[in-house]
């Protein structure tokens, strides 16, 4: 059981460059979640979705897309990288059905924007 | 507003001590679930303990247990036994039961000194 998996583990890009981080999960889990984690910081959260088709922006939206076409999917788009988008990213999920379930977690994507 | 505090951005310990981390949090639900997450270098997110707020009784989980005080709206964490593989980033976290989205704290990174 893989669990979420993030890839690239690590990616430059350069201003203006655009890329997708990718997440997928094989739990099955209807919710679905994409967060920004800045050195010595907390999570904040840029996007989630509660199913196939459907997103909602969170606390960071601006300069990112997401798109959910399958359960397992959930990327993340940069369109026009910025410095201010240096940052490890971390995609989550979750069961709706079990709300005292937690979040599981991949394991990151380190993004430096140059 | 739903907010989560950790007052403390680092705390240390002595190796085989004990440390309690504090969170408080915001909210005007009345059915909701708390979460510790540990983050250690490695980057990965993994749960500590979880609590549910209907219940009284503190959860426990080995070396880990809560304070969980409801009326004061604190989830504090309490390490016994300290151990060097404890040293990490601590977070606390809340999900409304007909919620979607989780609420994380800013952290408290976890020294132990040997």
């Known amino acids: 059981n893989a669990g979420v998996t993030q890839t690239p583990k690590f990616r430059i890009l350069k201003i203006g460059q655009s890329m997708t981080l990718q997440c997928t999960q094989d739990?099955?889990?209807?919710?679905m979640y994409w967060y920004r984690q800045d050195p010595g910081m907390g999570l904040k959260l840029i996007y989630y979705?509660?199913?196939?088709?459907?997103?909602d922006k969170g606390e960071v939206p601006n300069g990112y897309n997401v798109s959910r076409s399958t359960t397992e999917d959930f990327p993340l788009r940069l369109e026009l990288a910025a410095p201010s988008q240096t940052s490890v990213y971390f995609c989550?999920?979750?069961?709706?059905?079990?709300?005292?379930?937690?979040?599981?977690f991949g394991d990151g994507t380190r993004l430096s924007i140059l | 507003a739903q907010t989560v505090t950790q007052s403390q951005p680092e705390m240390s310990v002595q190796e085989a001590e004990t440390v309690t981390l504090s969170c408080t949090y915001d909210?005007?639900?009345?059915?909701?679930?708390l979460f510790w997450y540990k983050q250690p270098p490695s980057r990965q997110m993994i749960l500590v303990i979880r609590?549910?707020?209907?219940?009284?009784q503190n959860a426990t989980e080995n070396r880990f247990s809560v304070n969980f005080q409801k009326a004061a709206k604190s989830f504090s964490l309490k390490i016994s036994d300290s151990q060097l593989g404890d040293a990490a980033m601590y977070f606390c976290?809340?999900?409304?039961?007909?919620?979607?989205?989780?609420?994380f704290g800013t952290g408290t990174s976890l020294t132990v000194i040997p």
């Open positions: 739990m099955n889990h209807n919710y």
């Open positions: 979705s509660v199913g196939a088709g459907i997103t």
């Open positions: 989550a999920s979750s069961h709706h059905d079990r709300p005292n379930q937690p979040q599981h």
């Open positions: 976290a809340y999900r409304i039961i007909t919620g979607n989205q989780f609420y």
């Open positions: 609590q549910e707020a209907y219940k009284q």
């Open positions: 909210t005007s639900e009345s059915d909701y679930y």
